[in-house]
């Protein structure tokens, strides 16, 4: 009887064995395959991380035990200021800390540039310090299984892909070319293919059945089928734009994070995190009621030339909406009461009315823009400021 369970206990620890060998075999032979790519692209210094393991730093150097709570701060270990205090508390080991020495060496002259850590110190950021350890590799989106909302780093870069061009690994941002399909599953694409970072953005702001209430479909929202939309899907709708800055034309198309980055241009791009809200690049104000100048509408003003805007070359009474009535004492409103930068569904020239300052008009009961037959020209039919439009009609140009 002793014999039988001692066999019985042989077999069943073998039997762990085999299951055990079969279960990491495949998981293994990927880390291989992992490592050297990392090698064979870091010889021509096309991998950032890679040319460490030329180098003779060991995976182990980010692979190792930790709480999935805490997996960023691996990438905050080299992504933050050198003296970073609460970095070195928690990866305080000597051996850590002479690594961690030399890659802030090594790049000494962009260390501003590899301080991710303190962007997200800044009020407005992605949720990657607060929401940890849910990210899979084999996660998807826009289904009912979908996971919590969560921004953690490997869901918008590929460590072992990331170069010194291409930040996001596997998702190469270009401005000109990319594929048209809005959801296609990342990581079922052949490594390096050039792709638009929408598509990276879409994974979390488009069809996900947990999208925030406060939040709208970017992806319906940049529709190329809509009646207007800024470039990110495809070149915009309209052939006349006389407020665009130089560098700019009629089909030109922009990216996400030309909008959405880092507030400090020296610092570490993309969007992490900006002391302005929404993550944007430089400060856009929404609130009603504010006095017109460079620094409220920056965001704005970065694409479209504030001269031209105020002096009424798109639309006759712009520089009344924004900067207010003088003769009725009436301040200006932000773009944001009639615009939505992203796109609008139902208008043309980006026109979404604000519902909290614009109101139906008491007579019609309908809040509605018509645009006319020529470029420039329309008309509202709503209530603003206490002026009933029943309806208004605008002329193009600039104001007698």
């Not at 208008?347 to 020529?374: C, M, W």
Request: charged share 30%.
């Amino acid at each position: 009887m002793i014999e039988m369970k001692r066999d019985f206990k042989i077999s069943l620890i073998a039997l762990f064995l085999c299951m055990g060998f079969f279960m990491t075999v495949p998981d293994g032979l990927l880390a291989r395959q992992d490592f050297e790519m990392l090698k064979n692209r870091s010889a021509n210094n096309s991998n950032v991380h890679g040319d460490f393991i030329r180098r003779g730093v060991a995976c182990s150097a980010c692979h190792y035990k930790r709480s999935n709570s805490e997996e960023e701060w691996i990438c905050f270990f080299c992504h933050s200021a050198e003296h970073d205090g609460q970095v070195k508390s928690r990866r305080g080991r000597k051996k850590g800390a002479k690594m961690r020495q030399r890659v802030f060496d090594r790049f000494r002259e962009k260390a501003k540039k590899l301080d991710v850590l303190s962007v997200y110190r800044k009020e407005y950021t992605h949720p990657t310090l607060s929401v940890g350890g849910v990210h899979r590799h084999w996660e998807e989106f826009g289904g009912n299984n979908e996971p919590p909302r969560h921004a953690e780093c490997p869901d918008c870069h590929d460590p072992h892909e990331v170069s010194q061009w291409n930040k996001f690994g596997p998702i190469e941002v270009v401005k000109k070319t990319g594929l048209k399909e809005k959801l296609k599953n990342l990581r079922d694409m052949e490594r390096g293919e050039a792709v638009r970072d929408y598509e990276l953005c879409f994974k979390c702001h488009s069809d996900s059945v947990n999208l925030p209430v406060d939040q709208t479909n970017k992806r319906l929202d940049f529709d190329e089928n809509n009646p207007s939309y800024h470039p990110v899907l495809a070149e915009g709708r309209n052939s006349i734009m006389p407020s665009l800055r130089d560098g700019y034309t009629e089909s030109s198309i922009i990216t996400c994070s030309d909008c959405h980055n880092n507030d400090d241009k020296n610092g570490p791009q993309g969007p992490h995190g900006s002391n302005y809200k929404f993550i944007l690049k430089s400060r856009y104000s929404i609130e009603d009621g504010l006095a017109e100048s460079p620094g409220d509408y920056a965001l704005c003003y970065d694409c479209h030339k504030r001269s031209s805007i105020l002096y009424n070359e798109s639309f006759s009474l712009h520089e009344m909406h924004i900067k207010g009535n003088p003769v009725t004492g009436s301040r200006g409103t932000s773009c944001y009461t009639c615009h939505d930068a992203h796109g609008s569904r139902e208008y043309a020239h980006l026109i979404r009315f604000n519902e909290e300052v614009v109101f139906q008009n008491p007579s019609t009961l309908e809040i509605k823009f018509v645009d006319g037959d020529q470029e420039g020209e329309g008309e509202c039919s709503l209530m603003c400021h206490g002026v009933n439009h029943n309806p208004k009609a605008y002329k193009k140009g600039p104001a007698p």
